[in-house]
């Protein structure tokens, strides 16, 4: 133990020497750590927020009753259950508004809830005992009462006008969500004697045979440990999360090992001189790995805290994207167990460990008077290119192979990674191929030189260079997606939202006296109804939505397939169209039939079109209004738009709402529509577009640290040339002129790596996790943008090392040969 102790400190000992490069490699792994426990940590306060909601009625072992179309039923289904024996509790959920804020409504029954379900103390509370009395009781948990600016007690009032009971304080509520009795909550969401699940007691549980018995066909058993829809539909925003998390922390691991590469080199001769004092190759492995161990402690312990403020930084944008995308609300306060920090540690650990193997197990194999040669493993590393050919020429094979059977999102990434890891190895052999071409034509001495050092140079580079290229292409690839997609989404927008005018009745009674009225109006010229219903195809969510005949929608409504005779099939005949990615995710298409279920039985009707949708990640169906009317009789009667001459838009929407007032819930024009619908897009990519920028900073400091570390070592190679005439200045000028020519061959590389990002992105990973395809867009001044880039970050990552070299003394270049080396 003495001699591992004493052989720690003397490899310690070299970090007090250089403590550029100690400061390099911590920062470098506390980055890497950080944005990966950043990018897990927002998932973890997503998937904590999602569980706590779908847990509110499936807690413990309690089993639910819902509608088998998705949609809510009659409360007569209650009371058959009851009489039955099967020991049920109604339950309704809606979305609604208060202020400016949405907010989810839960109305339950109190007295009958189960108390394994997180509100089941709801029966025992005292102060529960007030919702069925005097003016009733809403409960929020203490976040969403900030949230919606309530205070305890106060009474807040919807978009429809109606007035809640007052609030209290229930910690076990779910963020953003109010539970209310379920009287008050069918008042409130205009859902008289409707039921949105059941929960079953687990004391009468149920099975399908016995749900057979009970003839209630309309309903479909969810069992407690069933995923919810939220979930599902949100996998593939996390999982896009998580892979961008993870390129940020390899790009950062290039930092790490670079730094543990380049140390390693410099300790070469004390590890040659503690070996020749009698140290045992064990005993060295075991002080480097409590080296290694350290670090993990210190920079990973950094990076975690660091990955902390990142999320916490970034949680509001991931949450309005959750909310606008999903519906889906999220905690605004981090809480993260210890999970979470040990996760963060490992993966430090398992970084350092990566970063460092190599080169520990390259210097542990090196006999002792091999490892005496200055810069020993360098020149094997020449002998190790030609295996990173092959192993990217492997690379390439696999990704072709991923890509034959690419069938899901995480294949699609697959195929991504296996792109960007050939690229990164084919790097450093393109360039030094490069160089020696240049080299051969080279006719000046000096400039053979140039082109011979950069070869040797190459390999103490390379590891940088690889994250600046896998950076460039990440930012050309993810910007060059997210720009084309944010001009079909705009374009989309504004052939969808033709209407002038949208809004929302507070009740169906009030929609059909505003239709009256719009009637009479000169002014408005179309009265186009936007009913809406919910069902279920293969156990996913489909929403339903009526459209009339009119030419707004024949005129402007993009098909990506289906004729001209779609629109007239659409309203004459049992047809509907259906959206890209419900097309995509049932493996129909235009002629084909499918059966709807609706209130009574299977609707059998026939595609005769496809739309795209971007942006939503549930299916969507359209059909003719009177249709729709006729098949689900529960459909919500309250949405409409209105065609109205542009100048009359501010007239009429005043008119509206001093004539109708509460009885109008919303009340929006097309722009407002689309400001709200960019808002979501640009939050929804705000997250991408930090990561993207974080990920290119920590390519600048793994190619500043290499640099840095290396300037010490290329004394060695540049002191000859300075003492046969050439000028400090002029050195440091070929320096500074070789890092840009490597940063430059990185962009040029980065430009078709990038474009391949692109694509993969939207023909492979985007059509996996949300089920529709963006057309391909290229932006050419784009990758003039990333050249520049590029070498504005390897001038600042060589300024210094370059200025450090112009300014030396020369006695530090005499030093070269005061002994042989």
């Not at 974080?694 to 300075?722: G, Q």
Request: aromatic share 8%; glycine share 8%.
């Amino acid at each position: 133990m003495r001699e591992a102790l004493y052989t720690f400190l003397a490899l310690m000992s070299h970090w007090r020497r250089h403590k550029a490069n100690l400061a390099t490699l911590v920062i470098g792994l506390a980055i890497a750590t950080a944005l990966w426990s950043g990018v897990q940590a927002l998932n973890a306060q997503a998937r904590k927020s999602y569980d706590s909601a779908a847990r509110v009625f499936s807690g413990g072992e309690t089993q639910n009753l819902v509608g088998a179309r998705g949609g809510p039923f009659p409360q007569e289904v209650f009371v058959k259950l009851r009489r039955a024996g099967v020991k049920v509790s109604p339950a309704l959920e809606g979305a609604l508004r208060i202020g400016d804020k949405n907010a989810r409504l839960i109305g339950v029954e109190p007295l009958t809830l189960p108390r394994s379900t997180p509100l089941g103390p709801l029966r025992d509370n005292d102060e529960a005992e007030k919702i069925l009395t005097g003016a009733g009781r809403a409960f929020a948990s203490p976040e969403t009462l900030s949230a919606l600016q309530l205070a305890e007690g106060a009474q807040a009032t919807t978009e429809r006008g109606f007035r809640l009971p007052p609030v209290a304080a229930l910690e076990a509520a779910p963020p953003g969500t109010l539970i209310v009795d379920i009287g008050v909550a069918q008042k409130a969401l205009d859902k008289p004697e409707r039921l949105s699940r059941l929960l079953v007691s687990p004391e009468t549980p149920l099975d399908a045979a016995r749900l057979r018995d009970l003839a209630v066909e309309d309903l479909r058993l969810v069992e407690p440990d069933e995923e919810s829809d939220l979930s599902r539909l949100t996998d593939s925003f996390h999982l896009n999360l998580t892979a961008f998390g993870l390129l940020a922390f390899l790009v950062g691991f290039f930092i790490v090992s670079a730094s543990f590469g380049l140390a390693f080199e410099q300790r070469l001769p004390m590890v040659r001189t503690l070996r020749a004092l009698g140290v045992s190759a064990p005993t060295l492995a075991v002080a480097l790995f409590c080296e290694l161990l350290l670090f993990t402690l210190v920079a990973g312990g950094l990076g975690v805290a660091g990955g902390y403020l990142i999320a916490a930084a970034l949680l509001p944008d991931v949450a309005a994207s959750l909310e606008g995308l999903y519906g889906a609300a999220l905690s605004g306060e981090l809480a993260l167990g210890t999970r979470f920090w040990l996760s963060g540690l490992a993966m430090a650990g398992a970084g350092a460990l990566f970063a460092a193997g190599g080169g520990l197990a390259k210097t542990l194999r090196l006999p002792v008077l091999s490892v005496a040669r200055p810069i020993a493993w360098r020149a094997a590393h020449y002998r190790y290119l030609w295996r990173q050919a092959a192993l990217a020429t492997l690379a390439l094979t696999a990704a072709a192979v991923f890509y034959r059977a690419a069938d899901g999102l995480l294949m699609g990434f697959l195929v991504i990674a296996a792109v960007l890891l050939a690229a990164a190895l084919f790097l450093p052999i393109a360039l030094a191929a490069l160089l020696a071409l240049g080299e051969r034509f080279a006719r000046r001495p000096l400039a053979r030189w140039f082109f011979a050092d950069g070869r040797q140079e190459i390999a103490g580079l390379s590891l940088a260079l690889k994250a600046l290229l896998l950076a460039l292409a990440t930012n050309i690839g993810v910007g060059g997606m997210v720009e084309g997609f944010r001009q079909t989404f705009t374009g989309w927008l504004d052939a969808r939202l033709i209407a002038e005018i949208y809004y929302e009745a507070a009740t169906p009674a009030d929609a059909a006296d505003i239709e009256a009225w719009a009637q009479k109006r000169p002014e408005i010229t179309a009265i186009l109804p936007v009913w809406r219903a919910k069902t279920r195809l293969s156990n996913w969510p489909v929403e339903i939505i009526g459209l009339a005949p009119h030419e707004t929608y024949s005129a402007h409504f993009t098909l990506l397939d289906g004729g001209a005779g779609a629109w007239r099939a659409l309203h004459e005949e049992d047809a509907i169209l259906i959206s890209e990615q419900l097309a995509r995710r049932l493996g129909v298409g235009v002629g084909s039939t499918i059966d709807v279920p609706t209130q009574r039985d299977a609707w059998r009707a026939r595609i005769v079109g496809v739309f795209p949708d971007y942006g939503n990640p549930r299916g969507q169906m359209r059909l003719d209004h009177a249709r729709l009317a006729q098949q689900f009789s529960d459909a919500s009667r309250v949405h409409y738009s209105l065609r109205v001459a542009r100048d009359d838009v501010a007239r009429v929407m005043e008119e509206m709402r001093r004539r109708f007032g509460a009885r109008i819930a919303r009340l929006i024009d097309n722009s407002e529509v689309k400001r709200i619908s960019t808002d979501i897009f640009e939050r929804t990519f705000t997250v991408t577009a930090a990561l993207d920028t974080l990920t290119l900073i920590v390519a600048a400091i793994a190619l500043f640290s290499s640099l840095l570390t290396l300037s010490n070592l290329r004394i060695a190679h540049i002191a000859p040339v300075w003492a046969i005439g050439v000028t400090r200045r002029r050195l440091a000028g070929l320096e500074l002129l070789r890092i840009l020519l490597f940063s430059g061959g990185a962009a040029l590389v980065a430009i078709p790596l990038g474009l391949f990002m692109t694509w993969a992105l939207v023909a492979i990973v985007n059509v996996a996790a949300f089920g529709w395809r963006l057309p391909m867009h290229v932006f050419p001044a784009q990758w003039a943008e990333v050249v520049v880039v590029a070498l504005l970050t390897a001038l600042c990552a060589a300024l210094v090392p370059a200025l450090r070299l112009a300014r030396s003394a020369p006695v530090d270049l005499l030093k070269v040969f005061a002994n042989e080396r």
